[in-house]
């Protein structure tokens, strides 16, 4: 065979092994739409008898849990913590953070859960959540300095994100200031104060992180006004208003301001815990996966991890331990991820795609803090070294 005929046969080779990846490719992406648009079709009633019964048990919650914290006596107003946690729990992520993806916007039944007329009772501010959250991190999920998620103040969880003396004292400081008041903070990343935190006490300022673009042009006036304006919703409610009708009534003041108090510490725990536990463990995604639409599918698998739990569990994690499903399909109900899982598995199995579980919670926690622990220190390994997917092709 001639020169010549060796590099058209090299030239006709690759062209078949480009459409066979292109035609690949095309397959990878109709089967995971497919999966959406079968749910999607199949929406309807009991995607609102879900919501509504949702709300429904988180009122029942509050009015127990709130009745116990105010009428027992003494330390047996504890009895009535865990009943305001499962209501501020509820509120916040099974309710609030689903319905901030928009899962029932298309319901006209429920136009209460739509998430424009959505009032969430969580002290955070709805437009810069969907910003932050919605536009940018599930777009771009761990993608170095493109996703937020990965930042959350100054968390350093990769090697790439340049080391500071702040980084050695990370692992007490999230455990014991910033994890207890979280959902307190989640403003300073969504509307940009982390970052001037950030460029005023780092030698490099925001190198490493993904920062805010201010889409809406918000002054810093405005800014401030939106922060204090969530945050106090809650912080009036928990320990102005309960605590003052419990003083009025003879009920006790500090006895419902203390229950409150660790009600709601039980809650950002909960939640820090959760969604802390799903991403970071996770390769790097290389910058150009949302360029190609079966790619950027791939990208959601590789970037996000499972953890198992019964249905029951599921509902108290807002369904975040399908946090593949979440990724695949941010915008449909989350009760809907347990079957959705079943489907998406099947196509993972039949295109050797990445699905990756965690055996529980707990184990999802200790492979989170191991890493979040070696990555205080400069010149850290990945303890779960593990090459992007998408990179390996």
């Known amino acids: 065979m001639s020169a010549q005929e060796l590099i058209e046969s090299a030239e006709s080779a690759a062209s078949v092994s480009r459409q066979s990846f292109r035609q690949r490719d095309d397959e990878i992406y109709q089967a995971f739409e497919a999966i959406k648009h079968r749910h999607q079709a199949d929406m309807g009633q009991k995607d609102v008898d879900y919501i509504r019964k949702i709300r429904r048990y988180s009122r029942i919650f509050e009015v127990l849990g709130r009745s116990a914290v105010m009428l027992l006596p003494g330390p047996l107003a504890l009895l009535g913590v865990p009943l305001v946690f499962l209501h501020r729990n509820l509120e916040a992520i099974e309710i609030g953070h689903n319905v901030l993806h928009g899962q029932y916007d298309s319901l006209p039944e429920v136009p209460e859960f739509h998430s424009h007329n959505f009032k969430w009772k969580a002290p955070i501010d709805e437009a810069g959540w969907r910003q932050e959250h919605n536009a940018t991190h599930h777009v771009y999920t761990n993608v170095f300095e493109k996703d937020p998620d990965l930042s959350h103040g100054f968390l350093r969880t ?20 910033a994890y207890p008041t979280i959902l307190y903070f989640f403003n300073n990343q969504n509307l940009g104060r982390s970052d001037t935190f950030r460029a005023e006490k780092f030698p490099l300022g925001n190198k490493g992180y993904a920062t805010f673009k201010n889409p809406e042009h918000l002054s810093d006036a405005q800014i401030d006004k939106r922060i204090r304006l969530s945050v106090l919703r809650v912080l009036v409610k928990e320990y102005g208003v309960f605590p003052l009708l419990a003083l009025l009534s003879g009920l006790g003041f500090w006895k419902v301001f203390l229950c409150n108090a660790l009600a709601d510490l039980l809650n950002n725990y909960w939640i820090a815990l959760t969604i802390q536990a799903t991403h970071f463990t996770e390769p790097l995604q290389p910058d150009d996966a949302i360029n190609n639409r079966s790619n950027w599918y791939i990208s959601q698998l590789d970037s996000s991890v499972n953890f198992k739990g019964t249905r029951l569990q599921s509902v108290f994690w807002g369904h975040l331990n399908y946090q593949i499903e979440h990724h695949l399909y941010p915008d449909i109900p989350s009760h809907r991820y347990p079957d959705i899982a079943r489907e998406v598995q099947a196509v993972c199995r039949q295109y050797n795609l990445p699905y990756k579980v965690n055996a529980s919670w707990g184990q999802a926690i200790r492979k989170y803090l191991t890493l979040f622990w070696r990555f205080s220190f400069k010149d850290a390994r990945h303890p779960f070294p593990t090459q992007a997917y998408l990179e390996r092709e």
């Open 158 to 177: 990769n090697a790439q994100v340049p080391h500071t003396k702040w980084h050695y004292f990370q692992v007490p400081f999230y455990l014991l200031l």
